[in-house]
């Protein structure tokens, strides 16, 4: 680790706003004594943390966002005008805070994420944490040590079973029903062609009989597969985690295919 590295954390609260608040605007402090990475809003109003990037609102009293992953909205003493925020003001709020900040400086300063294993273990501390926030993650530790991978091991491939699961599990069905079909009364791949079934027939079946497969065995030999063909370009993916998915369901029917011989 170099000298900048050790000054970024000897000096989050400074280094944070400095990543954060690209724009000139001059926002309040909290009640708190904190500084606020957005408006002052009133109670009630429902915005998308900058950050967090999850719905926070308070219905008690007016309150900010702030750099406080725990405690992410405090307290503030004068709102705005709730008559005069728009849906475009509050999109501009949770976009602004955000340009123009390394993510590498990000993931140390905010996560203390130093190496794709401090990740992993990151995921495993914070497995209650949001599905979005976890996504954003290892987005982030992908686009920054992605390039530093050497072993895949079970826990990064249960995770990314979890987001199939969770996020992209009608993503995958709606790609590949057409290659799961039921003859009496059991579940089987065939061609397209002979497949009469339409989408949402027996689609409960088939989704579980498709989910068999997503083991944590072939995610991980997926996943290496991936990093290993994709290691030069991670930095520049601008979602990682979608790449990824979108590539292994490609994975995933053309062995389905060779398996049918088609």
């Given at each position: ?90 999109e501009y709020e949770t976009i602004v805070p955000n340009l123009n900040f390394d993510i590498e ?17 990151w995921l495993e501390v914070n497995k209650y944490k949001s599905l979005q926030t976890k996504l954003r993650v290892l987005n982030m530790a992908l686009s920054c040590y992605g390039n530093t ?114």
């Open positions: 680790m170099n000298d900048s590295d050790n000054n970024l954390i000897s000096e989050p609260e400074t280094n944070i706003n400095k990543l954060l608040i690209s724009n000139p605007k001059k926002y309040p402090k909290s009640s708190k004594g904190n500084q606020c990475i957005g408006k002052c809003y009133p109670a009630g109003t429902k915005i998308v943390h900058p950050i967090t990037l999850e719905f926070v609102t308070n219905t008690n009293y007016p309150f900010c966002p702030v750099n406080n992953e725990d405690s992410p909205i405090e307290p503030c003493m004068i709102p705005v005008n709730k008559n005069q925020i728009s849906d475009k003001d509050l400086k990000f993931i140390k300063i905010y996560y203390k994420i130093f190496t794709f294993e401090e990740m992993i273990q991978i050497d072993i895949i091991d079970s826990r990064l491939a249960e995770f990314i079973i979890e987001i199939i699961k969770k996020k992209y599990l009608l993503t995958m069905y709606y790609k590949l029903y057409g290659y799961i079909n039921v003859t009496d009364d059991k579940v089987h791949f065939s061609d397209v062609i002979s497949n009469k079934l339409d989408i949402e027939e027996r689609m409960k079946e088939r989704i579980q009989y498709m989910l068999t497969f997503v083991t944590t065995e072939e995610i991980t030999k997926f996943t290496i597969k991936y990093i290993r063909n994709r290691k030069t370009e991670l930095e520049n993916i601008i979602d990682n985690v979608d790449a990824m998915i979108t590539d292994f369901i490609i994975y995933f029917e053309n062995k389905i295919r060779t398996t049918l011989k088609i």
